[in-house]
């Protein structure tokens, strides 16, 4: 699995980063400074959502754990990965 490019739309320090991607799961590690809703989804590259989270944290770091790309087709894949006003994209490359 490798992951790619990432897209920073709101210009602030980055509070989301892709920490690790093994076979079978990804993890993403979040800082938040203040009570945020999450919202992460995965995209296959025609646009068809095949993981989504929306989970509201306290300030905090945090690992999530997307386990189920063991499941999925390899391929490229989107991340997209929304705090607050924060949005950040990644590729991600699911070779088996």
């Known amino acids: ?5 990432n897209d ?3 210009g602030e320090d980055e509070v989301v980063k892709l920490t690790r991607i093994q076979r079978g ?6 800082d938040l400074s203040r009570r945020e809703n999450v919202e992460i989804t995965i995209y296959t590259v ?10 509201v944290y306290e300030p905090g770091v945090y690992t999530i754990n997307i ?7 390899r391929g490229t894949y989107i991340a997209v990965i929304r ?12 070779v088996k």
């Open 46 to 55: 025609d646009g068809r959502a095949v993981y989504k989270l929306s989970k």
């Open 1 to 5: 699995i490798y992951q790619g490019v």
């Open 83 to 94: 705090t607050g006003e924060n949005i950040k994209r990644e590729r991600v490359l699911l």
């Open 8 to 10: 920073n739309r709101s």
């Open 25 to 30: 799961e990804i993890s993403l590690g979040i």
């Open 67 to 73: 386990p189920s790309s063991r499941n999925w087709s």
